[in-house]
């Protein structure tokens, strides 16, 4: 990676995020010193600066923003040994500052202790690079800045061969940061989209041509792709393709497949080039390729395409089904989160950020429902908050619960208990719950309302229902694209969605289509089809949220969003925060307010 450049991103970084931090309880003349330490250091005084941090430290030795303004200091006059120690103790200090992390990385990167840098970069980027975009801080190297520059000017063909040049190909395989970045979150934005597009092409034919004539390729350029094979991995191969392309790697996955067949020891190249269009538990020698020893540089990509999927696979035996599913919408809902179970997730970024505080240590025995757990990104969050409760969480999609249960007993709980059920028929188990959570599921039953009553109904007296339902105002702009879809005849396959994305890229130009496509879920298969393909999507209302707690006798808690309520509270100061009618006023107003979902907590009456 371009060192240079990504040293100079530190520091613009840091100049941006040097508002003092937390002062509270700070003494006045580590406050004043601070301030003029980076002062200096923006006024280009690296020496000024770092003699006040060092002040700074004499008074306060676990100074978190000193210690990391030191280590840029140290970073950018190339003391890189003396800027890993001062952000070691910056992290020791607050292990969970996603910048601190970050810059670390960098200086790790600097004296080639690569497995460092690239735990402390994955630390940052799943600690939310302290609200920074992970793609933001890929277009720091001026190389990949360059290529998507023109990419966005010229409107570069797909089959275009001669995008990258030798040196371009090899400071983006060389940059950590965007490797880690592909190996653990699905990357958004068009720009990017094409450029990695680009380059899987670009090292399609560099894998093949290296198939038929093999030289010796850097173990950077094989990491790079490698890396560029979990992010399709991850994204579900969402990436568009000519049917050139789609041959040519046709061709590619047939060899490596005789090699392996053949007992040839197939390139890691040709691997990870396969990889980058096809899942390779999925390859018929998924078994031979488990047998043979393959170098470090892909590693990861064998565990997350190949261990990981094979357990989910075996794990899938231990869920157990506890109520029938035979309702014609249920069976339909089951078969789309099957086939693409939602959400995608891999980083664990709450584990990254986890603190003591928030567990909630008086649940034992308390039992907790999760239905419509999904991939259990939410059930986990339920087992941290409420690490001594017994937690059942329940979905129609086998696949997306042993997902689920993978990533559970992977962080450490086995607080859950995962099984299959339809929530229109879970009366039937005869179990009830103190708590119950059900966020961004009710929507997709039949009748939502019937569903909700059938939760109500396992839920004590007196418990608790979080609740996660679409707003109708806020999703106006999917239903114009679930419009568009019924229009151009688009069907729920990869290869309709990979159309119907390039058609909403291509008309875009107007920013009609901002809002899908600047969500992350339009930049994977399942995301997309949890998105726009949904086989049964219903919206609320206020008012008819209002209506079924009246009905129902349940009391309502409050809505969640912290921004949410503060601009209530700006807009509405005389009203209750639980008062439905003014929030209505509110959704009038602020039509995009609950764009996400509206998430709110109810309470079942003691005697209801
Ligand atoms: C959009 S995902 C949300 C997953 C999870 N709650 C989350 O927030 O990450 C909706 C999930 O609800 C499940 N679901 C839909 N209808 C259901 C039903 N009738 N019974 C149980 N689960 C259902 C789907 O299988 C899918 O996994």
């Not at 800045?145 to 371009?168: C, V």
């Not at 400071?171 to 970045?181: E, G, K, P, Q």
Request: glycine residues 6%; charged residues 25%; proline residues 4%.
């Amino acid at each position: 990676m371009n060192r240079k450049a990504r040293r100079i991103a530190a520091k613009r970084d840091l100049a941006r995020r040097s508002s003092p931090s937390d002062t509270i309880g700070v003494p006045h003349t580590v406050v004043d010193l601070m301030d003029k330490a980076r002062q200096s250091y923006r006024q280009g005084h690296g020496a000024q600066a770092e003699s006040l941090c060092r002040q700074v430290l004499a008074l306060m030795p676990a100074h978190v923003d000193s210690l990391n303004l030191m280590g840029i200091i140290a970073q950018s006059s190339g003391r890189h040994k003396l800027s890993v120690k001062m952000l070691s103790r910056a992290i020791a200090s607050d292990p969970i500052n996603a910048a601190c992390h970050y810059n670390l990385g960098s200086s790790y990167q600097a004296v080639n202790q690569h497995e460092n840098a690239a735990t402390h970069f994955k630390k940052a980027i799943a600690l939310g690079l302290s609200g920074n975009n992970t793609e933001e801080f890929i277009t720091r190297n001026p190389t990949i800045a360059t290529y998507l520059d023109r990419l966005e000017k010229e409107q570069l063909l797909l089959h275009q061969t001669d995008f990258f040049d030798a040196s371009g190909l090899e400071s983006i395989a060389n940059d950590l940061f965007l490797r880690c970045a592909m190996e653990c979150v699905v990357l958004r934005g068009r720009a990017l989209e094409m450029l990695l597009t680009r380059l899987r092409f670009a090292f399609l034919r560099f894998a093949t041509a290296n198939a038929a004539a093999p030289r010796p390729v850097s173990d950077d350029l094989v990491s790079c792709l490698s890396a560029l094979a979990l992010q399709c991995f991850l994204n579900e191969y969402v990436y568009f393709q000519t049917p050139d392309e789609t041959q040519h790697s046709i061709r590619l996955r047939n060899l490596l497949l005789e090699q392996l067949n053949g007992g040839c020891e197939g390139e890691p190249i040709t691997l990870a080039a396969v990889a980058a269009y096809f899942p390779l538990y999925q390859l018929p020698g998924a078994d031979k390729i488990l047998k043979r020893e393959w170098p470090k540089t892909i590693g990861e990509l064998i565990t997350q395409q190949l261990y990981q999927p094979l357990e989910e696979l075996r794990g899938a035996s231990a869920i157990s089904a506890l109520t029938a599913i035979d309702q014609g919408i249920s069976l339909q809902v089951m078969r789309q989160y099957e086939q693409n179970p939602y959400p995608r997730w891999s980083l664990d970024s709450q584990a990254a950020a986890l603190t003591e505080e928030g567990a909630q240590q008086a649940d034992v025995g308390v039992e907790i429902l999760v239905a419509g757990c999904g991939t259990g990104r939410h059930a986990l969050q339920v087992a941290r908050q409420y690490p001594k409760a017994q937690i059942l969480a329940i979905d129609l999609s086998v696949p997306s619960l042993a997902y689920a249960r993978r990533k559970t007993l992977e962080a450490g709980f086995n607080n859950v208990a995962y099984a299959q059920a339809d929530i229109l028929k879970l009366h039937a188990i005869r179990r009830h719950f103190d708590r119950i959570e059900v966020v961004g599921v009710l929507h997709h039953l039949a009748d939502p309302e019937t569903g909700w009553r059938i939760l109500l109904s396992l839920l004590r007296p007196g418990g608790e229902m979080r609740v996660g339902l679409y707003s109708e105002a806020a999703r106006r702009g999917i239903v114009e694209a679930r419009a568009l879809i019924k229009q151009r005849g688009y069907r729920p396959t990869r290869d309709d969605i990979r159309k119907c994305r390039e058609d909403i890229f291509n008309s875009d130009g107007d920013g009609r289509w901002r809002r899908i496509t600047s969500n992350a879920d339009f930049y994977s298969v399942s995301g997309c089809r949890d998105l726009l393909f949904n086989v049964m999507e219903h919206q609320f209302t206020i008012p008819r949220i209002s209506k079924f707690l009246d009905e129902n006798k349940i009391s309502f808690l409050g809505f969640e969003e912290p921004q949410v309520i503060q601009l209530f509270q700006r807009q509405f100061p005389e009203a209750a925060l639980t008062d439905l009618q003014q929030w209505h006023e509110f959704e009038k107003a602020n039509p995009m307010a609950f764009r996400h979902m509206y998430v709110f907590s109810v309470c079942k009456q003691t005697h209801a």
